[in-house]
Nanobody
Framework: VQLQASGGGLVQAGGSLRLSCAAS????????MSWYRQAPGKERGLVAS???????NFADSVKGRFAISRDNVWRKVYLQMNSLNPEDTAVYYC?????????WGKGTLVTVSS
């Protein structure tokens, strides 16, 4: 299983970014997908998740600003991030649990300048 995240970068506060994660090695449509993030000096935490049938869940800190979606044809999951603030600065990781194992992508860095 491989998860390849992309789309990170430097953005000013109030701006937007869209992260993408391409999955391979799994029957993508069957599995829930998640985005986590880890800021410097902090633990990794859940940002958003989307179930195999499209139900979504968000951390309180991003509700109303972030959206998660998936494309089962292209086997991708997206994280649309709006109204970014410096507290959103972190490495963002794509995640899934498949066949009893947890898989992580390498992460993509998002830096929000004030």
């Amino acid at each position: 299983v491989q998860l390849q995240a992309s789309g990170g970068g430097l953005v000013q506060a109030g701006g937007s970014l869209r992260l993408s994660c391409a999955a391979s090695g799994i029957n993508f449509r069957l599995y829930d997908m998640s985005w986590y993030r880890q800021a410097p000096g902090k633990e990794r935490g859940l940002v958003a998740s989307i179930s195999s049938d499209g139900r979504t869940n968000f951390a309180d800190s991003v509700k109303g600003r972030f959206a998660i979606s998936r494309d089962n044809v292209w086997r991708k999951v997206y994280l649309q991030m709006n109204s970014l603030n410096p507290e959103d600065t972190a490495v963002y990781y794509c995640n899934t649990v498949a066949r009893g194992s947890t898989f992580w992508g390498k992460g993509t860095l998002v830096t929000v300048s004030s």
